[in-house]
């Protein structure tokens, strides 16, 4: 079955970075979207970036552009978002999610993790 894991998340300070990590398992990234999703409370879910396995294209939301970072480990059969620069405004519960689809919309999504959460503050 289908599965994604993601792991990294934590307390951070503002101006830190954290890298998280999402691995795939019963299905390999070939072929393949990969996204990532934050929700905090009382705001609705944000699409941050997703990654195409197949030629390379990525998105970012501009509140991340320049600061946040998508790649793929096809070996490692994972995907990672590097976040660097936190702000406080980053807070949230962060998903990923795998879809054959290149998008950046999360109700076209197939298969989510459980997400992981990141805290900024001191």
């Known amino acids: 079955q289908a599965q994604l894991v993601e792991s990294g998340g934590g307390l951070v300070q503002p101006g830190g970075s954290l890298k998280l990590s999402c691995v795939l398992s019963?299905?390999?990234?070939?072929?393949?979207?990969i996204g990532w999703f934050r929700q905090a409370p009382g705001k609705e879910r944000e699409g941050v970036s997703c990654?195409?396995?197949?030629?390379?294209?990525?998105y970012y939301a501009d509140s991340v552009k320049d600061r946040f970072i998508i790649s793929l480990d096809n070996a490692k059969n994972a995907g990672y978002l590097q976040m660097n620069n936190l702000e406080a405004e980053d807070t949230a519960t962060y998903y990923c999610?795998?879809?054959?689809?290149?998008?950046?919309?999360?109700?076209?999504?197939?298969?989510w993790g459980q997400g992981t959460q990141v805290t900024v503050g001191q």
């Open positions: 999610a795998a879809d054959a689809r290149y998008t950046i919309e999360a109700n076209l999504y197939e298969y």
């Open positions: 990654i195409s396995a197949n030629d390379g294209s990525t």
């Open positions: 019963g299905f390999t990234l070939e072929n393949y979207a």
